[in-house]
């Protein structure tokens, strides 16, 4: 995470380089829930029975580096068309170049339009004509405004969606084959960290790990149908990219713990080289980071009524 220079900007904490989105890609990958990507899936075949030529619709909300395209374009049936938005002009450029070339389910090229927008003007005229709402790594940063401006708009407009890896707020270092092992000090770390989860990265005071469930709650109550996965990084201490990734979380992890509680700075500084050690690449065990993914499809009768 880089703060972005322009004191006008989005919120330094809601941006991210695409060194940092490189680095995650493959740990997101493989910790997607298979089941709701299939479940996705099925959804979509049912939504194009009406014209099988026309295509599927799907907008990737703070697309980073498109990463949700490179992954579900070619496990989610064509022809697709997907809107890439996000506050980053950069990070737009960069997307819509690493996905240049990917083909559907059914080896058919995909259109990919972007959109430079910040999130904060979300409305249903954003998605409106969208067949799924797509987002990794996001609802964690926003406020509970948003997210239930994002359900609004989702039931005003008929959309599914399918939001992936947002924390939950556990992590954990296990030694390979044994039960977890903790320390005092990771629950120290652990809880500051999750306070800081919850200040404000631009929009309002942020949901952290709570935004996953919340938004769960606020689609049920629209109508929706939710379903909910848990989909942990378990990262190999052993294997260096596994391992570059642990480092970078520690880092992050201690920044953040430390700001939350400087009173505990040198506390933290020494669980910091604890555990960073532990993740220098040569060693054993595995680091679990939990998140959840969610996948929600609106009433089969249309679009739901809002509560008020």
């Not at 052993?238 to 201690?254: F, Y």
Request: net charge negative; proline share 8%; aromatic share 4%.
């Amino acid at each position: 995470m880089e703060p972005n220079s322009d004191p006008a900007g989005p919120h330094p904490d809601a941006c991210f380089d695409a060194d940092w989105l490189a680095l995650r890609a493959a740990a997101d990958s493989a910790a997607r829930a298979p089941r709701l990507e299939a479940l996705a899936t099925g959804w979509l075949h049912g939504r194009r029975q009406d014209d099988a030529h026309a295509p599927l619709r799907l907008v990737d909300l703070g697309c980073g580096s498109g990463a949700n395209p490179r992954h579900l374009a070619p496990r989610l049936p064509g022809p697709q068309r997907w809107t890439l938005l996000d506050h980053d002009p950069g990070l737009l450029a960069h997307a819509c170049s690493r996905c240049g070339g990917l083909v559907d389910a059914d080896g058919m090229p995909l259109r990919i339009d972007t959109r430079c927008q910040d999130l904060d003007t979300l409305e249903a005229d954003t998605l409106a004509g969208e067949d799924l709402v797509c987002a990794s790594a996001l609802l964690d940063l926003m406020p509970a405004r948003w997210l239930a401006h994002l359900a609004d708009a989702c039931a005003q407009t008929g959309c599914a969606l399918l939001i992936t890896l947002s924390v939950d707020g556990s992590w954990r270092f296990r030694p390979r084959g044994h039960a977890p092992h903790a320390e005092d000090d990771d629950t120290f770390v652990r809880e500051a960290f999750n306070a800081h989860q919850h200040r404000d990265k631009g929009l309002g005071d942020a949901l952290g790990p709570d935004a996953a469930p919340a938004l769960a709650e606020l689609l049920a109550a629209r109508g929706f149908r939710v379903e909910i996965e848990r989909s942990p990084w378990r990262l190999d201490l052993a294997a260096p990219p596994q391992a570059a990734l642990a480092r970078a979380l520690v880092d992050g992890w201690r920044d953040a713990a430390t700001a939350q509680s400087p009173h505990a700075s040198e506390r933290i500084a020494a669980w910091h080289e604890r555990r960073r050690a532990q993740c220098a690449g040569t060693g054993t065990g595995v680091l679990e980071v939990g998140h959840l993914d969610l996948f929600a499809t609106p009433p089969a009768t249309g679009p739901a009524s809002i509560p008020r």
